[in-house]
């Protein structure tokens, strides 16, 4: 596999997606939960969508529950509670594992392309990696993502350019995601 069109995925209702519709976009592929900390990451992300979605930009939401059981409901559930408290309207993919032997092979893929390299400096960022491990540790060298809203931006030609940890100011994302439109 070279470029993330490479790949098929499930929406939300379980219907094969190949990821080459999205070709000659910009993407930013996030696994979310809904019971996360770092939930409020979804109205950055849907204003960058509203912003950006006409200039070819796309977010591909995937829910996962392998962080602290974070995002436990049905893929109605959560596209609900979504969209009601954000008004996200970006797509959101079927639930999936991230990490493991059951990892989808996209992230697998897109954390391969770009592994982790840290939550960053401060007391916040070390007692999320201490926790982070903790729960990785069951997935060995299978831990391909590291938490909720770990972020992948994808260019126009379908390359992993960038790997952005949930403690990354959004500020950032943003900016890269202008430097690829």
């Not at 996962?64 to 109605?76: I, L, R, V, Y």
């Not at 729960?135 to 770990?150: L, S």
Request: proline share 4%.
């Amino acid at each position: 596999m070279n470029t993330v069109y490479d790949f098929m995925v499930k929406d939300r209702k379980g219907n094969d997606v190949a990821l080459s519709a999205y070709e000659g976009k910009v993407l930013l592929i996030v696994n979310t939960a809904t019971g996360c900390g770092f939930t409020p990451h979804y109205e950055p992300l849907e204003a960058m969508y509203k912003e950006f979605k006409d200039r070819g930009f796309e977010i591909l939401d995937f829910p996962c529950n392998q962080f602290a059981n974070q995002a436990p409901g049905s893929e109605d559930e959560i596209h609900t509670f979504c969209t009601l408290k954000f008004g996200t309207e970006f797509p959101q993919f079927k639930k999936l594992d991230v990490n493991g032997e059951t990892a989808d092979p996209l992230f697998a893929f897109l954390a391969t392309e770009k592994p982790f390299a840290g939550f960053g400096k401060g007391v916040k960022n070390a007692m999320l990696e201490k926790f982070a491990n903790m729960n990785n540790k069951k997935y060995g060298d299978k831990a391909y993502i590291k938490w909720n809203f770990t972020k992948f931006l994808v260019d126009r030609e379908g390359k992993v350019v960038a790997r952005f940890e949930p403690t990354i100011d959004m500020a950032d994302v943003k900016k890269a995601v202008l430097d690829l439109l």
